[in-house]
């Protein structure tokens, strides 16, 4: 039997409970993992809340990185032994072993510790498609980047300044202003009591932004829109204040012709070519040392509602994860 938090209701933190499980033996196709470390992710929250589909009874979590403990028929290029991360995995990944297709798994180099890896596999390939493909960020643009000291954030904040970037990013308060800054930030805004159009106005001449990256949504939509200069890109691809809705198109209009996406990694990392080719990009800018996947915060995995209760919260920094 193994340990792994399942939810029988959406809801609150409460609704995560620790149970014990038969680890699934892996079907044809498939490996079987045990994980050494487990990443935390905003989108758990929108699936235990029933924001994102789910059919409970559910496991939670979609990324991880562990070793392979056991390896279904037609299975190539994996064996038992080898180390591994995911971040598309099946609800599951808050559990101590996880049986998931082996084509979302990715080898995992010596270079780049487990705990890393479960911190910044879902974030990291997010960051990549953000700043390299969504948007391709280049030098000298600069940027205005929301929830800059969370854990995309803290990733984003690095990358687009290795690229040359620089980076506008909004906080919630001076500790965080001073992690986004430390990570490569050119400026911060505390959009809990500045006004995001106005200081992007001042700091950009008037110029304003080519590109926002919104992951907080209900909130700062509209602000956001503000900021970006004409035929700019919103990227709306989060909701931690709640989802956008009732978008009016003549909206874009007004702002002068501008362009709106909302992306995920799913329809970016959509067949096994793409997913290889972001994760190279990824593991280089980590065995660079470009960007450093800052842990913030540390929980058991008996203690996920905990977890959850924090990132919720606003109180966490950096990536999250769980430890087995
Ligand atoms: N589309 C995709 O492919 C994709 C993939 C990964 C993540 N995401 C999104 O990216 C965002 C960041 O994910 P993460 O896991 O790294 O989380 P995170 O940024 O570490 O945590 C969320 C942060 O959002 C800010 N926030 C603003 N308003 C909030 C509110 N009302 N409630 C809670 N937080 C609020 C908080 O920072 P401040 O205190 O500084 O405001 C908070 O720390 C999430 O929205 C997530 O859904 C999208």
New binding site residues.
């Given amino acids: 039997m193994a340990r792994q938090i399942q939810f029988t209701e959406t809801g609150g933190p409460e609704v995560l409970e620790l149970v014990d499980v038969e680890p699934r033996d892996p079907g044809p196709g498939e490996i079987r993992i045990a994980n050494r470390a487990v990443g935390?992710?905003?989108?758990d929250i929108?699936v235990r809340t029933g924001l994102y589909p789910a059919q409970p009874p559910s496991g939670l979590g979609t990324e991880g990185a562990g070793v392979v403990d056991a390896v279904g028929e037609g299975v190539e290029d994996f064996a038992e032994g080898d180390r591994v991360a995911y971040a598309q995995g099946p609800l599951g990944a808050y559990a101590e072993y996880i049986t998931m297709d082996a084509e979302k798994a990715i080898a995992l180099p010596e270079a780049i510790d487990f705990e890393t890896a479960a911190a910044g596999m879902?974030?990291g390939l997010?960051v990549q498609?953000?700043l390299r493909q969504t948007y391709a960020i280049g030098e000298d643009d600069t940027i205005l980047f929301?929830?800059?000291?969370?854990?995309?954030?803290?990733i984003a904040c690095q990358w687009a300044h290795a690229l040359g970037a620089h980076v506008i990013g909004?906080?919630?308060?001076e500790d965080?202003a001073g992690i986004a800054k430390r990570n490569g930030a050119w400026m911060t805004i505390d959009?809990?009591r500045e006004s995001v159009p106005e200081r992007v106005r001042e700091l950009t001449d008037g110029a304003m932004v080519p590109v926002v990256y919104d992951?907080?949504?209900k909130?700062?939509w509209k602000d956001s829109l503000a900021c970006l200069s004409k035929r700019g890109l919103m990227v709306s691809?989060?909701?931690?204040?709640?989802p956008v809705e009732g978008v009016n198109l003549a909206e874009l209009n007004k702002g002068g012709s501008l362009f709106v996406t909302?992306?995920?990694?799913?329809?970016?990392a959509d067949t096994r070519e793409r997913f290889e080719m972001m994760c190279d990009d990824l593991f280089a800018v980590l065995e660079s040392g470009d960007v450093k996947i800052k842990i913030g915060q540390r929980f058991a995995l008996e203690d996920a509602a905990e977890a959850h209760r924090a990132?919720?919260?606003?109180?966490?920094?950096?990536?999250?994860i769980l430890t087995l």
């Avoid at 992306?263 to 970016?268: A, D, K, V």
């Fill in positions: 935390l992710n905003f989108i929108y879902l974030k997010t498609y953000l929301h929830a800059a000291a969370g854990g995309v954030g803290s909004t906080v919630s308060n965080k959009y809990t992951s907080v949504g909130d700062t691809f989060g909701n931690a204040s709640g909302r992306p995920s990694l799913n329809g970016y990132l919720a919260n606003r109180e966490t920094t950096g990536s999250t």
